[in-house]
Structures are given as C-alpha cells and as structure tokens.
C-alpha cells in the first residue's frame, strides 16, 4: 500500500498564503467592476477582445488619402456651384464666375483623385451600364454625372474671350450655358452627401455608427468651403450670398459634428483620441475662427475675407480627412467590431422580452 503524507507544514503555509493571495487579487478585481458598473460583483476577469493570428476582425480599407481628397473636392465643388447660382440669379458677375470655374476646377480635380484611386478609369463608366437605387456608389455615379455637364457648360462660358462673345457659337454657348449651369444646382445637395451615403453603408465601424449624422456633417462643410472659396476669389462688395451661405454651413457643421461625436459609444475614441482627434479639433477650431471671421469682418475688410474663406476651406479638408482616417482606424482594433454588435443583439433581445411580455 502506498502511504500518504501530509506536506511540510512550510509548503503548507505556502500553498496556503498563494491561495490567499489570489483570493485576494479576484475580490478586489470583483470590488473594482462592481465599483465602475454596480450590479453583483462578479470574479470574472475583463475580456481581451482578440482576433485569430492577430489580425483585424475587419479588413482595412485599401483606399489611399486620394479618397479623402475625392471627399473634400466633391463637396466643394457642390457648394460652389450653388454660390455661382446665386450669384448669377444676383448680377454679381465676379462672384459668379470665380465660383463656377472653382466647382468646375474641383469637380474636374475629384474625378482624378477618385479614378487615380480605382486604378482604372473604365470603372467609372461602368458604373453607368445600370441604375441600382439600392446602391450609393450606383447612384452618386449618376448623380455625377448629372451634375458635371451643367457646370462645365457654365465654367466654359465664363473662358470665352470678350472678343469672341459676339459670334455665333458664343453666343449660343452662353443662352445655353446658364439654363445648364442653374438646372446642376438641383444635384448639387446629392453630390454634397451621397458620399456620407457611402461611407456610411459600409461594416467599417466609424462610419456605419454615424449614418444619421454624417451626411449633415458633410453637408455643412460642402457649403462652408464653397462660401469661403467665394469670399476668397471675389470682391467683398459682391461677397454677400457667399458669406451668408459659408456662415450658415459652417454652422452646421459644427452642430452636426457635436452631435455626432455625442450619439456615439466606444466608437467614439478614434474620432476623439490619436491623430485623427488631432485633425478633427484643427478642423472644428479653423472652421469656428472661418465662421467668426466671416461674421464679424469679410463684410468689411478683403483680407479678413480671404482670411476667412482660406480658414474654412482648411477646415472643410480637414473634416473630410479627420473622417476618412477615423474609419481606417476603427478597423484595426476588434472592440470597435465586436462591442456595438453585442450592444445591438442585447438590445434586440431585451425589445424581443419587452414585446412577448406585453403579448
């Protein structure tokens, strides 16, 4: 038979303060989440959200910062069209063909860095093959394309040299060119904001939690930079409806910005911490100084105006990146993946409770 002894009473002690010792290190775990959370104290540890291999739960998108690009000159290009259109409805000449040669110039500057992107420019065309309602990149396709047309008719009227203006083809460029350029104003808002649309439509976290807000966002500064690239380019006695349009989208800017980043959860972080915090509080601050400025002094002062339609610009650029990079970023940590979609089930389960309980 074997016999079974007890262990030294050293070894004992020793058994005996380890357990101890964790016992201790899980109660003050427990004491620690109850602390933070409330509820039962639980001797659970945290869980370490890990992927397999260490790699991300969601591919990174293989975009480059040429789609941010893409991002901020089709807004622009929005807005000043809509600033060429009143500025034509107004008689303000300089006005009007400063801001439809920029969204001309922007449009033009978009298209590139977008086909630059994609690596191939038959793919734009065949976006055009089919309308799918159903898809943002079907219909910003199309919304594109209604849009350029009526801008580059307006942009080309305004090159035509004064000695030409009275020949024929002149002159039926420019009885053509206004109806074309006024009837672009109407996609305008869809060029504006079918790219939020976009972004927004996709898995990457940071931007599929801000549908509801982000086409505001960048609505606002579509009009902001188009504004401040009015008072930029054109006398300050012809600047009224560009200062009035850049004060109002800046403005709501930075409301729908605010909102934004207070609706949001854990996602929150990467537009508030990091490089991407950095470039979104320079855009917020340049946009605030491009709204007092447009204010309080591009009424009266051509360099305050300057100063300010530059402030907005940097800033509309900015918020386009800021965004761009955030949803880059939000695909390489997995609690960003993994924490919103629990919070989703759960909170379909308890609507599931609520409903069969009051069946």
């Known amino acids: 038979m074997t016999r079974h002894t007890d262990p030294p009473p050293a070894e004992r002690r020793s058994d005996a303060g380890g357990s101890a010792d964790r016992e201790a290190q899980l109660f003050q775990g427990s004491r620690r989440r109850k602390r933070r959370g409330g509820g039962e104290p639980t001797v659970v ?10 790699r991300p739960v969601l591919k990174t998108p293989v975009w480059e910062w040429k789609i941010a690009a893409y991002l901020f000159c089709g807004g622009l290009a929005a807005g000043a069209s809509v600033v060429a259109a009143g500025a034509d409805l107004t008689g303000r000449p300089n006005l009007r063909r400063a801001s439809w040669l920029g969204s ?19 793919r734009f065309h065949h976006m055009l093959r089919v309308l799918k309602p159903t898809s943002p990149m079907s ?15 307006a942009a080309a009227a305004e090159l035509v040299p004064a000695r030409w203006r009275r020949t024929w083809p002149a002159r039926l460029l420019a009885r053509l060119a206004r109806p074309a350029g006024l009837s672009s104003v109407v996609t305008a808002p869809g060029v504006a904001s079918y790219t939020a649309v976009l972004l927004s439509h996709t898995a990457v976290p940071a931007w599929s939690e801000v549908r509801e807000e982000l086409p505001f ?3 606002g500064s579509a009009a902001a930079s188009g504004g401040g690239f009015g008072m930029l380019c054109a006398p300050v006695e012809e600047t009224g409806p560009a200062r009035t349009f850049a004060a109002v989208g800046a403005a709501g800017e930075l409301v729908a910005s605010r909102v934004m980043e207070h609706r949001l959860g854990l996602v929150g972080e990467v537009y508030r911490e990091g490089h991407v915090g950095r470039l979104r509080r ?32 940097a800033g509309s650029a900015l918020q386009r990146f800021g965004v761009f990079e955030a949803g880059v970023a939000s695909t390489k940590d997995p609690r960003y993946v993994v924490v919103p979609q629990r919070e989703r089930l759960e909170a379909r389960a308890r609507a599931g409770e609520t409903v069969r309980a009051e069946a």
């Open 217 to 219: 966002v960048f609505v």
């Open 104 to 122: 001309f110039g922007a449009l033009l500057a978009s298209l590139w860095f977008l086909v630059s992107d994609l690596g191939r420019p038959d």
């Open 282 to 313: 320079a855009s917020e601050l340049l946009t605030a100084a491009g709204l007092a400025g447009t204010v309080l002094v591009a009424g009266r002062s051509r360099a305050g105006a300057a100063a300010s339609g530059l402030a907005l610009l």
């Open 139 to 153: 219909v910003g396709t199309w919304i594109l394309s209604a849009f350029g047309p009526g801008v580059g008719a």
């Open 45 to 54: 540890p945290e869980a370490e959200f890990r992927s397999y291999y260490g």
